[in-house]
């Protein structure tokens, strides 16, 4: 059973910078997508940033030049280095591990609050 775990989460002023990390264990494979999102109250969860294990990223709009998603070395971990955080930020940040061999699991998230 593939576990994900997020942490990292907290509050922060608007302009300052936050680091999530996310772990996925008992996956199989080496070849997967980990992807973070954002849930706003009244939202649909949507895609921040997505990194596959080549390295490939793909960010939202809303977040390039501000966001980076990086992975561990070694183990199936990854990343999500925010910069310059604007209040519109604020939401419950998931993680996602997604394996043809698994199939996708979800983390139970962590929440991000930008003070204006």
């Known amino acids: 059973q593939v576990q994900v775990v997020e942490s990292g989460g907290g509050w922060v002023q608007a302009g300052g910078s936050l680091r999530l990390s996310c772990t996925a264990s008992?996956?199989?494979?080496?070849?997967?997508?980990m992807s973070w999102h954002r849930q706003t109250p009244g939202k649909e969860r949507a895609s921040v940033a997505i990194i596959d294990n080549k390295g490939s990223t793909t960010y939202a709009d809303s977040v390039k030049g501000r966001f980076t998603v990086t992975r561990g070395s070694g183990t199936n971990t990854i990343y999500l280095h925010m910069r310059r955080l604007e209040h519109e930020d604020t939401g419950v940040y998931y993680c996602r591990y997604f394996s043809v061999i698994t199939g996708a699991y979800w983390g139970q998230g962590t929440q991000v609050t930008v003070s204006s």
């Open positions: 008992g996956t199989r494979g080496s070849t997967y997508v």
